[in-house]
């Protein structure tokens, strides 16, 4: 049992007991949801407080379904989920924007090509 509370065992336990299953640190955080992050955020010098007012301002996520610990985010997996899709999403877009580009500039150069015979 000591061996256990020691490892930290426990309290992860009790936090996912409580509901929290997902635990990240706040650097990871700021790193996976950047695409989500607006410049402001990144701005603050200390990564707690700017996960801490991202997730004040993002609406869909309710100040009850997440908590900040000294060194970690802890998150419902409701809220989990929607940041992931958020992500996933985004950088969809992204890409679908990269290719968009490509294929335009591609088809410029081949009709140029064509047009030059």
Do not use: M
Not at 19 to 41: C, D, I, M, Q
Not at 71 to 79: D, N, Q, S, V
């Amino acid at each position: 049992s000591r061996q256990l509370r020691w490892a930290g065992v426990l309290d992860s336990l009790r936090i996912r007991r409580a509901g929290f299953p997902v635990r990240k640190a706040y650097e990871e955080v700021l790193v996976r949801y950047k695409t989500l992050l607006k410049g402001r955020f990144l701005a603050a010098g200390d990564a707690r407080q700017a996960v801490q007012a991202w997730l004040t301002s993002v609406s869909e996520l309710r100040k009850e379904n997440w908590q900040l610990g000294k060194t970690k985010l802890f998150l419902r997996e409701r809220e989990f989920a929607h940041l992931e899709a958020s992500v996933i999403k985004r950088l969809g877009g992204a890409a679908t924007h990269i290719q968009k580009i490509y294929r335009g500039y591609h088809t410029r150069v081949w009709y140029k090509r064509l047009k030059s015979v």
